[in-house]
């Protein structure tokens, strides 16, 4: 292009982005534009951005976020709220791959993207990869020892509001199926549940939970100890336990939720909604941890003292919660497909 | 940089790139490589790509990949194929926004990428975006009347060998829950039906084919027309299809796979393999799709005659069919969780 003009580059790179008060010759402006007629010339964002020393990405990089089925709004969330912003979020899913991990930080520094999001599928403690820091970055469902802003799930709060669920229908003897798998969803939940029994002064009788592999074969194999226990209620760690769970009690003649109240958490797509019945749940804020994550990359949200932004946890009612007083009958949310 | 240096920023381009032949002065080069140390430089790549033209980007164009829970895996495969030579994914999901594909589109043609693959969570036709053909692309999981290579999962196939798989335990009267969706998938495994009954010399009955709402409440609502067909085996259009049947078959006291074997289609990571009894069933190839349209992009391999190039659904037994014939008995695969 320069040399069709018979221009310099930088003359080339001031009439593309119009620069305000730079001193161009007419006649060199109109070789130019004239070049850029004859050779089809596509606004060059390499350039453009090379003069102005950023671009317009937003990186994300994630464990296994967009490649499993259970955490992809949070890339929806965080593009939404890049695209209201004028930014591209650029993914790169490195399925925890050190090497693919250093490369995608590198390109995206090299790149000089506006800032990173680190982000992984479930809500975790994680050691900084090497060069993250080199742009400002932001953690979206994990943390660090590290002094960088994290964007987390509330737990605690969810696992109360599960709990909740139960005890307004008047249950009291509500047991709680935990993952065996040490993390903040396993503490989070656990202090929540403590928390809604001791505000309807209920007991906390650590006998009521059973620690289960996180899936439907660890909730299909706790029925039996579960139904010894004579619970009323049953908080899961997850949907995928509460639907083992639902096969468990079917065999065992035990309906929910007329004789066992069920809720889940989670809200996962493929199955909360799908199950006979509906399951109450409370969904994980995917969507809105990306979207909070951008909002914190850009100053427009902050993060608390303790370097944290938790986002809540909402309640999704459905039809497997019912009373255990006569004529109190749950019903499932308008939306719920039943 | 190339004013710390004192040297036009094509000078600083030169050094950088280590233009071989390039005629620069050894006090210039000093001085440029002086003002790297100072300035605590990074190789720019947006400099680099600028001088090659090209960059080390394939774009990827999806509707809602990496936000479903269904097809993520095609980007798994694609990213895993780029880095392999030396490419790095770049991801722009747009949830089928035109505005957002547009914008995607544009700013990858910008950034000069290597090719584009456009892909859609389920295998379908699709008009091509404006701009799409400016660079090399390839279709994944889906197709257009316009000449631009694509790679798309065999449904034929896939519905030929979930029949197949029936038939071979001695089934001879088999239902089949299609989809009341018109599209590849519908029109490919109802002819992949027809092709194993016609080999197996069972004539094709349409009273056995039901269509019904593609999910769990589909399967659910099919159960009493299916049962009054007296069938022994059932295909179903998808997983979740499969899974609302097991919840109406064993309200109706039918147990799978003793008086009902059941197949599906998808292998869908969160249920297939975790009901109970675990569902044999096709996979939709998801990972090799990605993998495939990345390879096809740069030539490694090619689409046949018609455009296309067909990726095979391969079948995954497991404990959902056993046969009609005393004493034969499906055994689950392996690595099935029970």
Request: include cysteine.
């Amino acid at each position: 292009m320069a040399e069709a003009a018979k221009v310099s580059i930088s003359t080339v790179s001031l009439v593309i982005n119009n620069k305000v008060g730079a001193r161009i010759g007419d006649d060199a402006r109109r070789r130019v534009q004239q070049a850029i007629e004859e050779l089809g010339y596509r606004p060059n964002a390499l350039a453009k951005d090379l003069v102005s020393g950023r671009s317009r990405f937003i990186g994300l990089v994630a464990d296994a976020i967009a490649t499993t089925p259970f955490a992809g709004q949070i890339i929806h969330g965080a593009q939404d709220e890049a695209w209201r912003h004028g930014f591209v979020l650029l993914v790169a899913n490195t399925e925890g791959n050190e090497d693919a991990e250093r490369e995608a930080l590198a390109m995206m520094l090299e790149h000089k993207v506006r800032g990173i999001l680190y982000s992984t599928w479930y809500h975790r403690q994680v050691d900084l990869p090497t060069g993250l820091t080199e742009a400002d970055c932001v953690l979206v469902n994990c943390f660090s020892t590290a002094d960088v802003p994290a964007v987390v799930p509330d737990e605690e709060t969810g696992g109360h509001d599960a709990t909740t669920m139960l005890i307004e229908q008047g249950h009291r003897r509500i047991g709680f199926l935990n993952t065996t798998t040490p993390s903040p969803a396993h503490d989070g939940r656990l202090a929540g549940y403590r928390r809604a029994l001791a505000e309807a002064a209920i007991d906390f009788d650590p006998d009521l939970v059973i620690d289960v592999q996180p899936d439907q074969e660890g909730g299909y194999a706790a029925v039996p100890a579960l139904l010894r226990l004579g619970v009323s209620g049953v908080f899961c760690h997850n949907d995928r336990v509460a639907m083992g769970l639902y096969d468990g009690v079917r065999e065992a003649g035990v309906a929910v939720p007329a004789d066992l109240a069920v809720v889940g958490f989670d809200n996962q797509e493929v199955i909360a909604a799908h199950l006979r019945p509906p399951l109450s749940t409370v969904a994980l804020p995917h969507y809105e941890l990306g979207q909070a994550g951008v909002r914190v990359l850009l100053g427009l949200d902050e993060v608390g003292d303790d370097g944290r932004l938790t986002v809540a946890c909402p309640p999704v009612p459905r039809g497997s919660v019912a009373g255990l007083r006569p004529g109190v009958i749950a019903e499932p949310s308008p939306g719920a497909a039943r």
